[in-house]
């Protein structure tokens, strides 16, 4: 059974976002770039069930739609401990686009589950992994925050409205996972990293697909207000405040 994990390269969460050319275009000058958190919790998953031998997963692969400047970040997923990456080598513009070209990533191979984060946390669409499975004609669960397989028997749990639902699935499906799938990102150790270099980018072409949407703008929120302090022995300023300024009272 092969496991592949649609990654995406988000800017640290630290990040001061800024945009340039008349605010359509994310400004990317000094971006740390990082694995998309939730990609980085499944290939984690995906790596503990590979080294589980009662689960019957041999291999996990990464994919990434980007270009060549990606290839630290797929590295990072390479010393993790993915078995090898493909890279389609074109900018991801929006959320359609980029599920297209992971769809062909995904014909040309041999897998069984294709794992997508529940969103990535730069443009927040939620959109991928519904769109890859039905450019594929697969089945896709959302919301999953457990993920076993024994003996290539494909268990998920899904966290619902008050509860929580157990399915068992057939392959090959994409799943769309969230929080729980695993309780920590696995970091890169020496040994890994210095093995990522000898595994294998494989460089996809991309497929003549047009992006659905266009960003006309982008618009920062409101700077927020300074922060008013009041003193603790007067809370007839903090009610007159709440009062006449916040209205809330
Ligand atoms: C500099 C820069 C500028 C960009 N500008 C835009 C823009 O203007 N508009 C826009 O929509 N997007 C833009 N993107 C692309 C964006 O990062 C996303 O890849 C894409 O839009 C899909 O995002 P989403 O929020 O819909 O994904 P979601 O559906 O929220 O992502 C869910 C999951 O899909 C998978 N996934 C998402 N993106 C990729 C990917 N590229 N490769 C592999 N798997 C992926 C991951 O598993 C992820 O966890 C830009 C990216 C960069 C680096």
Same mark, same amino acid.
């Given at each position: 059974?092969?496991?592949?994990?649609?990654?995406?390269?988000?800017?640290?969460?630290?990040?001061?976002?800024?945009?340039?050319?008349?605010?359509?275009?994310?400004?990317?000058?000094?971006?740390?770039?990082?694995?998309?958190?939730?990609?980085?919790?499944?290939?984690?998953?995906?790596?503990?069930?590979?080294?589980?031998?009662?689960?019957?997963?041999?291999?996990?692969?990464?994919?990434?739609?980007?270009?060549?400047?990606?290839?630290?970040?797929? /590295?990072? +997923?390479?010393?993790? @401990?993915?078995?090898? $990456?493909?890279?389609?080598?074109?900018?991801?513009? #929006? =959320?359609?686009? %980029?599920?297209?070209?992971?769809?062909?990533?995904?014909?040309?191979?041999?897998?069984?589950?294709?794992?997508?984060?529940?969103?990535?946390?730069?443009?927040?669409?939620?959109?991928?992994?519904?769109?890859?499975?039905?450019?594929?004609?697969?089945?896709?669960?959302?919301?999953?925050?457990?993920?076993?397989?024994?003996?290539?028997?494909?268990?998920?749990?899904?966290?619902?409205?008050?509860?929580?639902?157990?399915?068992?699935?057939?392959?090959?499906?994409?799943?769309?996972?969230?929080?729980?799938?695993?309780?920590?990102? /696995?970091? +890169?150790?020496?040994? @890994?990293?210095?093995? $990522?270099?000898?595994?294998?980018?494989?460089?996809? #072409? =991309?497929?003549? %697909?047009?992006?659905?949407?266009?960003?006309?703008?982008?618009?920062?929120?409101?700077?927020?207000?300074?922060?008013?302090?009041?003193?603790?022995?007067?809370?007839?300023?903090?009610?007159?405040?709440?009062?006449?300024?916040?209205?809330?009272?």
């Amino acid at each position: 059974m092969n496991i592949l994990v649609c990654i995406s390269q988000v800017p640290d969460t630290t990040t001061k976002v800024k945009f340039t050319d008349n605010n359509t275009r994310l400004d990317t000058t000094g971006i740390q770039w990082v694995i998309n958190p939730w990609d980085e919790l499944s290939l984690t998953r995906a790596l503990e069930l590979k080294d589980d031998a009662s689960s019957g997963v041999a291999k996990v692969s990464v994919a990434l739609v980007g270009p060549v400047s990606t290839e630290p970040t797929i /590295r990072k +997923a390479l010393a993790i @401990g993915a078995d090898d $990456a493909y890279r389609v080598d074109t900018e991801a513009l #929006d =959320a359609y686009q %980029v599920a297209a070209q992971l769809a062909e990533v995904v014909k040309a191979g041999s897998f069984d589950i294709i794992l997508c984060g529940i969103e990535s946390s730069d443009y927040n669409g939620s959109n991928v992994g519904g769109m890859l499975a039905e450019f594929l004609n697969y089945p896709s669960v959302s919301g999953i925050s457990h993920l076993e397989v024994q003996d290539g028997q494909v268990q998920v749990n899904r966290e619902i409205d008050g509860g929580r639902e157990m399915l068992v699935l057939p392959t090959p499906f994409v799943g769309i996972v969230q929080k729980g799938i695993a309780r920590e990102p /696995r970091i +890169a150790a020496m040994r @890994g990293i210095m093995m $990522a270099r000898k595994k294998t980018i494989q460089l996809v #072409d =991309a497929a003549r %697909v047009e992006p659905l949407t266009r960003t006309l703008a982008y618009e920062p929120p409101q700077p927020r207000p300074a922060c008013k302090f009041i003193d603790p022995d007067n809370p007839e300023q903090l009610i007159a405040l709440l009062q006449n300024e916040a209205k809330v009272i």
